[in-house]
């Protein structure tokens, strides 16, 4: 049995995103970042960091979330995964791409531009990370403006990658990007993308 640990106000929104592309079944356990739950022993064995998404399945244990989505993909034989090894490098080079330029400045500057109580938000912060997200999108435009998928001609685990990461874009102007956000709606009305979103947001 796959069992997902993670709620999905986290980056575990992109696991449950994946298994529901993959109609896969699993058990949840629905675990809060930080929360006690991610301190316990037997959870540090499975991910030292102490940070969600992990996923045990039938005994092999992994994190990251980029990585739990391509060996998902994979072991269920998912076009969702690029067979040609060209897409395939796609999909390794914009999942990694997005976790180097775009995911914690994404959640940092979340938290400094609201998130975090206002004493403790640091204005500085927020404008720095905004200067690299905003960089970055371009890039991401850029690629977008030459083909509407990120490996390929469909829709692959690059763009459930990367698009899972910019879920908070769904709720941000992004009219300076429109390939992107076109390219955003089209993966996020999918619709294992929004039984994801719903357990999110109720
Ligand atoms: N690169 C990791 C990041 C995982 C991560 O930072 N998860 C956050 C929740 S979205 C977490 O568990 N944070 C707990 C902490 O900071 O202690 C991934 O993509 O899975």
Redesign the pocket.
């Known amino acids: 049995m796959l069992r997902i640990h ?1 709620a999905p106000q ?3 929104i992109r696991t449950l995103w994946m298994v529901g592309e993959l109609g896969l079944s699993y058990e949840h356990n629905s675990v809060l ?2 929360a006690p739950g ?1 301190r316990t022993p037997e959870f540090l064995a499975m991910n030292a ?5 992990v996923i045990d399945d039938d005994g092999f244990v992994l ?4 990585a739990i989505n391509m060996y998902l993909a994979k072991k269920h034989n998912s076009p969702l995964y690029p067979a040609d090894p060209k897409n395939e490098a796609l999909m390794w080079q914009w999942s990694l791409w997005e ?1 180097d330029r775009l ?1 914690r400045q994404i ?1 940092t500057y979340a938290n400094h531009a609201g998130a975090l109580p206002e004493a403790q938000r640091d204005p500085a912060i927020a404008a720095s990370m905004w200067a690299e997200i905003t960089a970055a999108m371009a890039v991401l435009d850029g690629a977008l403006a030459k083909g509407p998928w990120l490996a390929g001609g469909d829709f692959s685990v690059a763009d459930l990658n990367v698009a899972g990461a910019l879920f908070r874009g769904l709720s941000m102007d992004l009219s300076a990007w429109p390939h992107v956000k076109e390219w955003l709606a089209r993966c996020w009305a999918r619709p294992a993308a929004q039984a994801a979103r719903k357990m999110r947001e109720g």
């Open positions: 993670g986290s980056r575990t970042p930080r991610t960091n102490g940070r969600v998404p994190s990251e979330s980029m976790t995911d959640t």
